[in-house]
């Protein structure tokens, strides 16, 4: 069964740090892509960034330079590393599967998501 | 990057009903295009890939069409455990761009 696990949020003041981990069961990481999609209080779904299986990664606007997304293989393990930290940055973090028919990308299991609160 | 757009934010409807939710996007996409549903404080489940190829596990009463910028997300009987909110999501390109979302309710 697949199965993903957030963990790592909490309340960070801005300008901080924070990894959160994503552990996965029932398939693996390396040879997926993977995703975090991020969701801010009372807001709509917001793409984060990607890892395909050959390591190249994809950031959205708003989170590049200060986010980096990674994998332990040894740990089937998908990491986001969150730096310089911001109010707006305040979201639940989804990690997701991603799966591909024909040359469509699409996100077929997710975590049950972890809050990551910036305030100081 | 791509931008999402549905219509409309938010519709009510009854059980029963037959329910069409848009998504257009700022260029041509083909047929890459995702339909998720996301109940209150659960994670999105994926619904329809590809613009139209149903998920496994999901009803066919949830079906998808449309190519290029235009497509819809119907749902042909709406029944007490769709009332959620409805997101679409491009593939084209990243980012991978998410609408902003269509929100059932219960009339």
């Known amino acids: 069964e697949v199965q993903l696990v957030e963990t790592g949020g909490g309340l960070i003041q801005p300008g901080g740090s924070l990894r959160l981990s994503c552990a996965a069961s029932?398939?693996?990481?390396?040879?997926?892509?993977m995703s975090w999609v991020r969701q801010a209080p009372g807001k709509g779904l917001e793409w984060v960034s990607v890892?395909?299986?050959?390591?190249?990664?994809h950031y959205a606007d708003s989170v590049k330079g200060r986010f980096t997304i990674s994998r332990d293989n040894s740990k089937n393990t998908l990491y986001l590393q969150m730096n310089s930290l911001r109010a707006e940055d305040t979201a639940v973090y989804y990690c997701?599967?991603?799966?591909?028919?024909?040359?469509?990308?699409?996100?077929?299991?997710w975590g049950q998501g972890t809050l990551v609160t910036v305030s100081s | 990057d791509i931008q999402m757009t549905q219509s409309p934010s938010s519709l009510s409807a009854s059980v029963g009903d037959r329910v069409t939710i848009t998504c257009r996007a700022s260029?041509?996409?083909?047929?890459?295009l995702n339909w998720y549903q996301q109940k209150p404080g659960k994670a999105p489940k994926l619904l329809i890939y590809?613009?139209?190829s149903l998920q496994s596990g999901v009803p066919s009463k949830f079906s998808g069409s449309g190519s290029g910028t235009d497509f819809t997300l119907t749902i042909s009987s709406l029944q007490p455990e769709d009332f959620a909110t409805y997101y679409c999501?491009?593939?084209?390109?990243?980012?991978?761009?998410f609408g902003p979302g269509t929100k059932v309710n219960i009339k």
């Open positions: 997701a599967r991603d799966r591909r028919y024909s040359t469509n990308w699409y996100s077929d299991y």
């Open positions: 029932g398939f693996t990481v390396s040879t997926n892509y």
């Open positions: 890892i395909y299986s050959g390591g190249t990664t």
């Open positions: 260029q041509s996409i083909s047929s890459y």
């Open positions: 590809a613009a139209s």
């Open positions: 999501q491009q593939s084209y390109s990243t980012p991978f761009t």
